[in-house]
């Protein structure tokens, strides 16, 4: 999380995967609420529509190898030369995780079980949680800390899934958790790295104007007072409820037009996937109910 145009691809990554992920997974629930099962991605038939995977699994690696790159010839503070190879580390795990649910679902079902998947999607949000905002103190560190704090409850629910496929709440709370973190991300990077929605009296991050000479293993946004450095905090936490109150607004009001309206629903749950789960219902295993005498 070094640089503008980091919080701006992440931003342009995760909202339109967390709404896309909103709208399958709520379609598909209210299809058919008993037969339930998230999903570790919602494909769409023929294969050859799933072009935001696709993008992901092309664009990621290049993300992964940009980072290393600036990693290998930035020359400023060490604290954002390192960043740059954490966001590569964090990246590489983001990109095995696609290449697990690609394994999954083109060429063997049954050789990665979806649970475990979830699992390393929980993981994957663990260490970008440890690496999220390491070395920047103050107001950016808050922002960072709410940033991370998202990440933890993505984490979460990853791994409740994997326990509990079942459970809507956990999947509408993941959907909606992803799109936090993209309007989040967006909205820490215009107010740290950018002039024009910097904070009254207060400087961007520049990472030109720092250099190893400073001595400081932390940084932090410049303000001129310490009562702007306090009034820029409280305004981004109130700046935080803002999103999460809009974020919540917009999932609930796109589940009610779902169940309101069948032809709103996402088409890829609607058909295929959902009679993929249903004889996936089917074949699963009875278990015995004994009776007690």
């Known amino acids: 999380m070094a640089s503008l145009a980091t919080h701006f691809t992440t931003f342009l990554f995760l909202c339109p995967l967390g709404i896309r992920r909103l709208l399958c997974t709520s379609s598909l629930y209210l299809n058919n609420p008993s037969l339930y099962r998230s999903r570790t991605w919602y494909f769409s038939d023929p294969k050859w529509k799933n072009f935001d995977f696709f993008t992901l699994l092309i664009a990621l690696p290049i993300a992964s190898f940009a980072d290393f790159f600036f990693f290998l010839t ?9 960043g740059f190879l954490q966001q590569s580390e964090v990246v590489s795990v983001f990109w095995v995780l696609i290449i697990l649910i690609l394994v999954r679902e083109y060429y063997d079902p049954l050789a990665i079980p979806e649970n475990f998947i979830f699992i390393f999607a929980g993981i994957s949000f663990l260490v970008e949680y ?14 960072y800390e709410l940033l991370g704090e998202l990440t933890l409850v ?27 973190k993209g309007t989040w991300a967006l909205q820490a990077g215009l107010t740290l790295y950018t002039d024009s929605f910097a904070l009254l009296r207060c400087e961007k991050i520049s990472l030109s ?18 009562a702007d450095r306090l009034r820029g905090i409280a305004l981004m936490n109130l700046l935080f409820v803002g999103h999460a109150m809009g974020i919540v607004i917009v999932s ?23 009679a ?9 295993p009875a278990v015995p109910v004994f009776e007690l005498e």
């Open 74 to 82: 930035f020359s400023g503070h060490p604290i954002y030369r390192f």
């Open 252 to 274: 609930f009001v796109l589940f009610g037009l779902l169940r309101r309206n069948q032809k709103l629903r996402f088409g890829e749950a609607n058909g295929p996937l959902l």
């Open 130 to 143: 440890l690496m999220i905002g390491r070395g920047i103190t103050g107001l950016g560190g808050v922002v």
């Open 154 to 180: 993505c984490a979460t629910c990853c791994l409740y899934l994997s326990i509990r496929p079942s459970a809507f709440f956990a999947e509408f709370l993941l959907s909606s958790g992803l799109v936090f």
């Open 276 to 284: 993929r789960i249903e004889s996936e219902t089917v074949l699963m």
């Open 209 to 226: 104007s720092l250099s190893p000479a400073q001595g400081n293993s932390n940084t932090d946004v410049k303000c001129e007072l310490e």
